[in-house]
């Protein structure tokens, strides 16, 4: 039924997750909403790309956060906090 009807962006979370961040590229997030909307592209393929940009987002996160952390600990060393 996806693929004759297409699907509704309007209400689909794994689109509004990549409209509101996690797909920078406009021509690509448009070419998306082309294709899960024409039927092309169904439900469970658009999940599959939500989830690999969310664990790239996690992996670089919890990579800033690790080099945090050792700034903060060189901050309160120093700061006697």
């Known amino acids: 039924e996806h693929r004759k009807l297409g699907g509704n962006t309007a209400v689909d979370v794994s689109f509004q997750m990549l409209l509101y961040g996690l797909e920078q590229d406009d021509k690509k997030l448009q ?3 082309d294709d899960y909307t024409s039927g092309k592209l169904l439900s469970g393929e658009l999940k599959q790309i939500v989830v690999e940009k969310m664990s790239h987002f996690l992996k670089e996160h919890q990579e800033k956060r690790k080099k945090a952390e050792k ?3 060189e901050f309160v060393i120093k700061n006697k906090l």
Do not use: S
Request: no cysteine; net charge neutral; charged share 35%.
């Open 71 to 73: 700034v903060v600990d």
């Open 31 to 33: 070419k998306i909403h």
